[in-house]
């Protein structure tokens, strides 16, 4: 019930294309679901976030994507540039985890 | 620059071996957090401490131990190194560790090479 599963472990989108990447979860405690962009020999950051409340958010390029019903949540990233080839992370907690709970991480390329 | 510093950036030490991993968190923070990221688990917490007490453990093997200073920098203590311990360990902190909307910075990690 810890988990979060991440889909599809590798992608390879074109320049200007849309990046998609899900996740699912089962505990239905999580209330914090935050995505984590890892360029190559550096730690996991922010790249944005969304509570449960909301069935999306919007910053930039990116959107999540939030179905509460079907426990799974979304990461969109519209035109697609070079610059945003890294590993993405999605991620849940809840109230008194003290953690965040990971999923396996998806490997994006962008192609020029 | 996230503001977590951890020391050293890279490691290399043999099976048997201890080593001891830094991280100082942002100015302010009272939460680290240990995450170990191999190839094939992903990001795996291993601990979480605020202001110097312990507050959720994760799959943290027992040769492994970790403590937060007063000054709130904090320590992970690997021993017994084994092959399979080779990693990126990450730290992180946050300003408070109970509620779970709290943005965590990770800090840039050491990797950890046991030959």
């Known amino acids: 019930q810890q988990q979060v599963k991440q889909s599809p472990q590798s992608l390879i989108v074109q320049k200007g294309g849309i990046s998609i990447i899900n996740c699912a979860y089962e505990?239905?405690?999580?209330?914090?679901f935050p995505w984590y962009q890892q360029f190559p020999g550096k730690g996991p950051a922010l790249l944005i976030a969304?509570?449960?409340?909301?069935s999306e958010k919007k910053e930039g390029r990116f959107t999540i994507s939030f179905n509460k019903s079907a426990k799974q949540f979304s990461l969109h990233i519209m035109d697609s540039q070079p610059g945003d080839s890294a590993t993405y992370f999605c991620?849940?907690?809840?109230?008194?985890?003290?953690?965040?709970?990971f999923g396996q991480g998806t490997r994006l390329t962008i192609n020029p | 620059d996230s503001g977590v510093t951890q020391t050293p950036k890279h490691l290399i030490t043999a099976t048997g071996q201890r080593v001891t991993l830094r991280c100082s968190p942002r100015?302010?923070?009272?939460?680290v957090y240990w995450y170990q990221q191999s190839l094939d688990q992903g990001l795996q917490f291993l601990i979480h401490?605020?202001?110097?007490?312990?507050?959720a453990k994760g799959n943290i093997l027992e040769r492994f131990s970790a403590q937060q200073f007063p000054d709130l920098h904090s320590e992970l203590n690997l021993s017994s190194l084994e092959l399979g311990d080779s990693a990126l360990y990450f730290c992180?902190?946050?300003?408070?560790?109970?509620?779970?909307?709290?943005?965590?910075?990770f800090g840039q990690g050491t990797r950890l090479t046991v030959v």
């Open positions: 992180a902190s946050s300003p408070t560790g109970v509620r779970s909307n709290t943005e965590a910075f």
């Open positions: 505990n239905t405690a999580f209330d914090y």
């Open positions: 969304i509570r449960p409340d909301v």
């Open positions: 991620a849940a907690s809840y109230p008194g985890a003290q953690k965040l709970v």
């Open positions: 100015s302010g923070d009272l939460s």
């Open positions: 401490y605020y202001n110097g007490e312990e507050r």
